[in-house]
Each structure stands twice: as structure tokens, then as C-alpha cells.
């Protein structure tokens, strides 16, 4: 059985259009904002306040793939342990947690200066 032309059009279409939204939903995050943040001392001193705490936030939805569990682990350093829901950063934020805040916050100068000019 063999479809039609016109049929096989619509079809090619959907599909293709289908692909571009999947790979398209890819999250990559926002480096313009994230440079801003970063360059602005976001995430580089301890959140004091509602405000500090919204642009942890704002810097952890903008971080890139490849630097946001840097992000993470500064931004769980500054929120309550019931907010935390990755095991490992719990466990960083009972135990651990100068040091891997200290840890992070070095990979996202490093990051920065590689990245946001």
C-alpha cells in the first residue's frame, strides 16, 4: 500500500515540525542573563534577604547545563533543608557545606571568566 503524494506532504511536515520542537526543547539555559548575574556578584556572597534569594534563583534557571550545579550547590547553600531535593546536595548542605560552596563558587568565577565577555 502506497500513500499519496499529498498525503505523504502533510505527514513529512508534522514530523519535521515535531523534531524542531523536541530538539528545540533543549534546556540550554540563558548565558546573556547568567553573565549578567555572575558579573553582577550573584551567587558570590551569602544571600541576605527575599531579594538575594529571587536572583539565586534567577541565576540557577539562567545557568548554563554545563555550570548549573555549581549554581545549585551555592544557591542550596542559602535555602532551607526541606527545599533541597537532590540527596547529594543535602548531604553537602548538613556536612559539607563550606567547602563545597567555596568549591562552586571558584568553578563559576572560572566559568565566567571563560565564557561571559
Do not use: W
Request: aromatic share 4%; charged share 25%.
Amino acid at each position: 500500500m502506497t500513500l499519496p503524494l499529498r498525503a505523504l506532504i502533510p505527514m513529512g511536515l508534522a514530523l519535521l515540525l515535531l523534531g524542531a520542537v523536541s530538539c528545540g526543547s533543549e534546556d540550554k539555559g540563558d548565558i546573556v542573563a547568567f553573565c549578567e548575574l555572575a558579573e553582577d556578584g550573584v551567587g558570590m556572597r551569602p544571600a541576605e534577604g527575599e531579594g538575594d534569594l529571587a536572583q539565586l534563583e534567577s541565576l540557577e534557571d539562567a545557568a548554563p547545563p554545563d555550570i548549573r550545579e555549581a549554581v545549585t550547590t551555592v544557591a542550596n547553600a542559602s535555602r532551607e533543608i526541606g527545599e533541597i531535593e537532590d540527596l547529594r546536595e543535602l548531604f553537602s548542605k548538613a556536612f559539607a557545606l563550606e567547602e563545597a560552596v567555596a568549591t562552586a563558587r571558584q568553578e563559576i568565577r572560572t566559568y565566567t571568566q571563560h565564557f561571559c565577555l
